[in-house]
């Protein structure tokens, strides 16, 4: 069996959330980073040099283009994304984003209508999906140990950024439920096959950050399945605490990831039961080596990978409902902006 072929990729923007998502895992996985581009081009280079990336590029557009950049990894701010995302997919490369995937769902419908008229792929960031503690937990599920299905719920909250930070940016589509809501969001979702399709929102919740109108500090978002089971999604990015964890509440139990979105630092799966409480561990191998190993048989098989275009959709039509239902109107589009410091 031959060995598959390694990515080659290209950096929009030297953003801090790329050394751990694509850097460290690239160094595991054989792909190669070929070139990089800032809108400061001194830290490019410096980026460049100190990761190991083949070149530096001049601007964005020069990296989509350069032809042997097969695939284009996205992590500038949210407002960015479907842009530069769109311009990727009409060079013919393979997208590869950070979440969520534009800044309303209109604009992720566009991009989606554009990746389905190519034979390229689309792969939103959503990296927890692919670590083993997540299918586990679905396989626990299905198994019927915890009895049948009443709840789901997860948190994802951290202690607030900077004040400065992109993340409280309206103009560059930022917010709890932008940055950390998208989790709690997409957990839900996934769980579609089991609970006989799509959640619906029922209601949501949420606070204004002060300083900062039309951004939100917080979201909780009650959900309902089909079948009836109930699902509560909540984000804080001011919290006094971290926790992101997922939970699924049966007739005969329980089983909660302790920390689904970073397993690299707590892998821990607890189920308990009737019969006790265990702990089952999964490994703290990163799942964003995982990702990027799946985003490369996405490319190589040509099948797309779950976090596809239309995934994308369906997350961004929930965070837009969700903005609507707390008084808030969804992300606007883009402005003419370069800012990569995400």
Not at 147 to 155: D, Y
Not at 204 to 210: H, I, K, L, N
Not at 301 to 318: E, Y
């Amino acid at each position: 069996m031959s060995a598959v072929e390694p990515l080659r990729l290209g950096l929009l923007g030297a953003a801090r959330i790329t050394n751990l998502a694509v850097i460290k895992p690239a160094q595991i996985t054989g792909t190669r980073l070929v070139a990089v581009a800032a809108r400061d081009p001194a830290r490019a280079a410096a980026f460049a040099d100190t990761h190991g990336i083949e070149r530096v590029h001049e601007s964005y557009l020069d990296v989509i283009n350069d032809p042997e950049v097969e695939a284009v990894y996205n992590p500038l701010a949210n407002s960015l994304h479907a842009p530069w995302n769109t311009v990727a997919l009409a060079a013919g490369k393979h997208v590869f984003t950070e979440k969520p995937s534009a800044s309303n769902a209109t604009e992720a419908a566009d991009v989606a209508s554009l990746a389905s008229r190519t034979d390229r792929q689309f792969f939103e960031g959503f990296h927890y999906l692919w670590h083993p503690l997540v299918a586990r937990l679905h396989a626990i599920l299905a198994s019927g140990e915890l009895g049948e299905l009443r709840h789901v719920e997860t948190v994802m909250d951290m202690p607030a950024p900077d004040a400065s930070d992109p993340r409280w940016s309206l103009e560059l589509a930022g917010g709890a439920l932008m940055d950390l809501g998208c989790y709690s969001l997409h957990s839900m979702r996934v769980l579609a096959p089991f609970l006989g399709g799509e959640p619906a929102l029922v209601s949501a919740s949420g606070g204004e950050r002060q300083g900062h109108p039309g951004v939100d500090e917080w979201v909780t978002a009650e959900l309902e399945f089909p079948n009836g089971v109930t699902g509560t999604a909540g984000c804080n990015m001011a919290s006094d605490h971290h926790q992101m964890s997922h939970r699924l509440i049966g007739t005969a139990g329980e089983a909660v990831i302790t920390d689904f979105v970073n397993p690299h630092n707590d892998d821990r799966l607890i189920v308990t039961t009737t019969k006790g409480t265990r702990t089952e561990r999964l490994g703290t191998r990163s799942s964003y080596t995982y990702q990027l190993e799946a985003l490369t048989t996405a490319i190589r098989t040509g099948v797309p990978a779950r976090t596809d275009a239309a995934d994308a959709v369906r997350t961004m039509r929930l965070i837009d409902q969700c903005y609507k239902a707390i008084g808030m109107t969804p992300r606007p589009a883009a402005v003419d902006s370069e800012s990569d410091e995400t």
